[in-house]
Nanobody, 126 residues
Framework: QLQLVESGGGLVQPGGSLRLSCAASGFTPDRYDIGWFRQAPGKEREGVSCISNNADTRWYSSAVEGRFTISRDNTNNVVYLEIASLNTEDTAVYYC???????????????????WGKGTLVTVSS
């Protein structure tokens, strides 16, 4: 059964950085495009970055472009999201989601995701 598990979240000071991991099991990783999403308190879940199955397509939202970097290691079934220059508005639960054959190259919207992980909490605070 397909499973996604996020890790790497935690408490970080403004200006700091973290590396989030999305570990996949139960499927052939190079079949799936992966997106990272986040949900801040009181807000809807939004896409922040995504990567196609062979990494030839990458997308970033305007809120994170230049600060976040997505990558994947299909050998070890892991997709990473390096998040830097964090500010309090980045506080959220971060989720990864998988989609097979994304129409736009990779899933940047909630409706495009077939499978979800349970999330990892990132708190930016001094």
């Amino acid at each position: 059964q397909l499973q996604l598990v996020e890790s790497g979240g935690g408490l970080v000071q403004p200006g700091g950085s973290l590396r989030l991991s999305c570990a996949a099991s139960g499927f052939t990783p190079d079949r799936y495009d992966i997106g990272w999403f986040r949900q801040a308190p009181g807000k809807e879940r939004e896409g922040v970055s995504c990567i196609s199955n062979n990494a030839d397509t990458r997308w970033y939202s305007s809120a994170v472009e230049g600060r976040f970097t997505i990558s994947r290691d299909n050998t070890n079934n892991v997709v990473y999201l390096e998040i830097a220059s964090l500010n309090t508005e980045d506080t959220a639960v971060y989720y990864c989601g998988a989609d097979e054959g994304s129409y736009y190259g990779c899933p940047s919207k909630n409706a495009e995701v077939e499978f979800w992980g349970k999330g990892t909490l990132v708190t930016v605070s001094s």
